[in-house]
């Protein structure tokens, strides 16, 4: 991925650029001078920082601060629009995923055609304050879970990141983690704020997400994922999300 070094400030408080990536490709572990927003027109991403993984589907946006490390994973072609930010644009601090409307995605396509040769005239200007106006009122996305910080707790979170289907318990994750039942379930839920399963059941319904956003049927995406049943994936779907996933599918293609 182009990076914010890569890129000459023309006097602009947002830099835009556009790129494309093809499934599989993982930009490994960094950090960026200036804030970032991270937003696939199409494709879904992985997003993951010290504190917490997140999925990034089509019309939604990964804010990112400055000097925060983190890795991004390409689940499928990514068509990419990321916008880099002056200090002067006074965004939130933390890592926030978001919505993003048809009004702000038009701003960020026409942030993104800005020609960076010549220093910034008054148009680029205002559309830029406005698009910094515009994406600190959009609301946050259920897209994200915390990541633990032991190292051990790590490991296993990452190994159902990696398969959310696996169907180990709590006593054998703990035996993969070595560490005593009672200490696992201890330290995983003041690390985390869930117990294990709850952190397992957002793991899945993030994939489920990706999958549905990939074309996959809901009867595959169940089975994929490791429930017993499709109505038992249509009920936890239903029941974090307020909506089914068929009904979900659809107001997120209008």
Not at 214 to 229: K, M, N, P, Q, W
Request: aromatic share 8%; net charge neutral; charged share 25%.
């Amino acid at each position: 991925m182009k990076h914010s070094s890569d890129l000459k400030n023309n006097g602009c408080p947002v830099i835009g650029l556009s790129d494309e990536y093809s499934a599989g490709f993982t930009d490994a572990w960094h950090s960026h001078e200036r804030a970032q927003l991270l937003y696939a027109i199409t494709g879904v991403m992985s997003v993951s920082t010290t504190a917490a993984q997140y999925t990034v589907p089509p019309q939604r946006a990964l804010l990112i601060p400055a000097g925060m490390g983190h890795e991004v994973s390409c689940r499928d072609s990514v068509a990419l629009r990321t916008l880099y930010f002056e200090n002067s644009a006074e965004l939130p601090d933390g890592c926030i995923l978001m919505e993003i409307s048809e009004f702000l995605r038009a701003l960020i396509v026409e942030v993104v055609s800005f020609d960076r040769s010549k220093p910034a005239g008054e148009r680029d200007m205002k559309i830029a304050e406005l698009l910094i106006s515009e994406l600190k009122a959009m609301p946050a996305a259920p897209y994200s879970v915390s990541m633990p910080s032991d190292p051990r707790l790590l490991r296993v979170c990452k190994a159902i990141s990696e398969e959310p289907s696996d169907p180990r318990d709590l006593d054998a994750w703990a035996s993969y983690a070595a560490m005593g039942r009672r200490t696992f379930t201890r330290m995983f839920r003041e690390q985390t704020g869930m117990s294990l399963t709850t952190w397992k059941q957002q793991i899945r319904l993030m994939e489920a997400l990706s999958l549905l956003d990939s074309g996959h049927s809901v009867t595959d995406i169940a089975f994929r994922l490791g429930y017993e049943s499709v109505s038992a994936f249509i009920a936890m779907f239903r029941k974090f999300f307020g909506t089914s996933p068929t009904r979900y599918s659809r107001k997120d293609k209008q």
